[in-house]
């Protein structure tokens, strides 16, 4: 399950002696969207401002050649913003699936950019711990990914850690039981894009039949809707 405190209450209370399993679908998306998304777009704006104050601060008098070379370097600094804004899906997918050239490209903006090198290799550190099938060794690599969070001095990713580590357990306990609600939050979605591109139906059968439609494996790869 996901770590909604209410779901831990629910269960621990109903189910006392239940495992329970924190889902890595909900761990690895809330750490893209909550660490390594705030950390990108943090300094992307950065960048941005850097160059929107190159440019204000350029004196009327400035002779053509420094003129020229500022305007370069606000020119920098936006494509660094550009880059920043472009890199969310090299950032969250495992790096061992991207392509070499996409790899390069993500290892050259990760160089200048200390907090979020740090983000990503949390992250692909994060990816090797669900591969874990041993409890103990689980529960010593979480702990030290926790502390090493919350000593990096980076307020999303201490935050995060500092939120998350209270399921250690629970994170520790998919070395055991390694299963995953990713299948099912994709079928979600997608009956949510089937909802959102119809802008309504005439009625929940004809909805439903949609649902069913879609759950045909051979629709679902495709993304064709009828």
């Known amino acids: 399950m996901d770590m909604n405190a209410s779901y831990n209450k629910l269960v621990t209370k109903h189910l006392p002696k239940a495992q329970i399993v924190y889902d890595r679908f909900h761990m690895q998306s809330q750490f893209g969207r909550d660490v390594l998304g705030v950390v990108r777009l943090d300094e992307a704006r950065k960048h941005k401002a850097k160059a929107k104050e190159i440019l204000a601060d ?3 008098d400035t002779d053509k050649e420094t003129l020229k070379s500022l305007k370069q370097e606000a020119k920098a600094e936006k494509q660094e913003y550009s880059q920043l804004k472009k890199l969310r899906w090299s950032l969250l997918t495992n ?132």
């Open 58 to 60: 350029i004196p009327d």
């Open 95 to 226: 790096g061992k699936k991207l392509s070499e050239r996409k790899t390069e490209h993500l290892q050259s903006i990760l160089q200048d950019h200390h907090d979020l090198a740090v983000c990503y290799a949390m992250k692909e550190e994060m990816c090797r711990l669900y591969e874990l099938k041993d409890y103990q060794q689980s529960l010593d690599g979480w702990s030290k990914w926790f502390d090493a969070a919350k000593e990096s001095s980076i307020p999303a990713l201490v935050k995060f850690a500092q939120q998350k580590e209270k399921r250690l357990l629970g994170l520790a306990a998919h070395a055991i039981f390694p299963i995953s609600t990713g299948k099912l939050e994709g079928f979600n979605n997608k009956i949510k894009v089937a909802k959102r591109i119809g802008y309504g139906y005439r009625d929940d059968d004809f909805f439903f039949t949609l649902i069913r439609y879609l759950s045909i494996p051979s629709v679902r790869s495709s993304h064709k809707f009828p």
